[in-house]
């Protein structure tokens, strides 16, 4: 059985994005505590990650070592950070039904 991490962001606080989603969405998956790993962006947190060079950063890296991360297309468009978002090679699409899913699977789901 697959052990999955599902991360919902959504605060632009910069000390709890940094020390807490990228932090252990990273190492959850680099160090094998968790087989996937899977962060959703919603809301505020797309503008920092869009404006702020060092968590935009860190996104990067996460992906590039296969952390999967997505993006709500409606608040990207909303806010116009999609392009900057998708530039970071995040998967920018609408997500209410990825939410709902989550939602419904029963599995734990980490809001942040």
């Given at each position: 059985?697959?052990?999955?991490?599902?991360?919902?962001?959504t605060?632009?606080?910069?000390?709890?994005?940094?020390?807490?989603?990228?932090?252990?969405?990273?190492?959850?998956?680099?160090?094998?505590?968790m087989?996937e790993?899977?962060?959703?962006?919603?809301?505020?947190?797309?503008?920092?990650?869009?404006?702020?060079?060092?968590?935009?950063a860190?996104?990067e890296?996460?992906?590039?070592?296969?952390?999967?991360?997505v993006?709500?297309?409606?608040?990207?468009?909303?806010?116009?950070?999609?392009?900057?978002?998708q530039?970071?090679?995040?998967?920018?699409?609408?997500?209410g039904?990825l939410?709902?899913?989550?939602?419904?699977?029963?599995?734990?789901?980490?809001?942040?």
């Open positions: 059985m697959l052990k999955k991490a599902k991360i919902l962001w605060t632009d606080n910069k000390e709890t994005s940094l020390h807490m989603v990228c932090l252990y969405a990273h190492n959850a998956l680099l160090k094998g505590w087989d790993v899977e962060v959703l962006v919603w809301g505020a947190s797309q503008r920092l990650i869009a404006e702020d060079l060092e968590v935009r860190k996104v890296m996460m992906i590039t070592d296969g952390v999967k991360v993006a709500c297309l409606k608040c990207a468009d909303s806010m116009d950070v999609t392009q900057s978002l530039a970071c090679n995040i998967d920018v699409h609408y997500t039904e939410l709902s899913s989550w939602i419904n699977s029963g599995e734990t789901v980490i809001s942040v």
